[in-house]
């Protein structure tokens, strides 16, 4: 099993910055790519950026640019670096873990609120 604690979320103006962290512990070993999902009220969950072991990065077309996604394998944390962010970035940010066995893993979440 691998566990998975989200923090860094907040209120922020638009434009303004914030960093989200995930510390992961466990079976941490196995953990092969992780990543950052969001979901907005009355939204479906989205895949906002992922990277693998080995430092390969994807982003959604909507963050491409601003967020930039990284790992620090010798502490099992994952970061999210947020910049110039925008009122449609508001939702609760989730940690995604996958294993090299295919489980997912997931954090609580953590809400973000771009104000104007």
């Known amino acids: 099993q691998v566990q998975l604690v989200e923090s860094g979320g907040g209120l922020v103006q638009v434009g303004g910055s914030l960093r989200l962290s995930c510390a992961a512990s466990?079976?941490?070993?196995?953990?092969?790519?992780m990543g950052w999902y969001r979901q907005a009220p009355g939204k479906q969950r989205e895949l906002v950026a992922q990277?693998?072991?080995?430092?390969?990065?994807y982003y959604a077309a909507s963050v491409k640019g601003r967020f930039t996604i990284s790992r620090d394998n010798a502490k099992n944390t994952l970061y999210l670096q947020m910049n110039r962010l925008a009122s449609e970035d508001t939702a609760v940010y989730y940690c995604?873990?996958?294993?090299?066995?295919?489980?997912?893993?997931w954090g609580q979440g953590t809400q973000v609120t771009v104000s104007s």
């Open positions: 995604n873990a996958n294993s090299d066995s295919g489980s997912d893993y």
């Open positions: 466990g079976r941490v070993f196995s953990i092969n790519t």
């Open positions: 990277i693998s072991k080995g430092g390969s990065t």
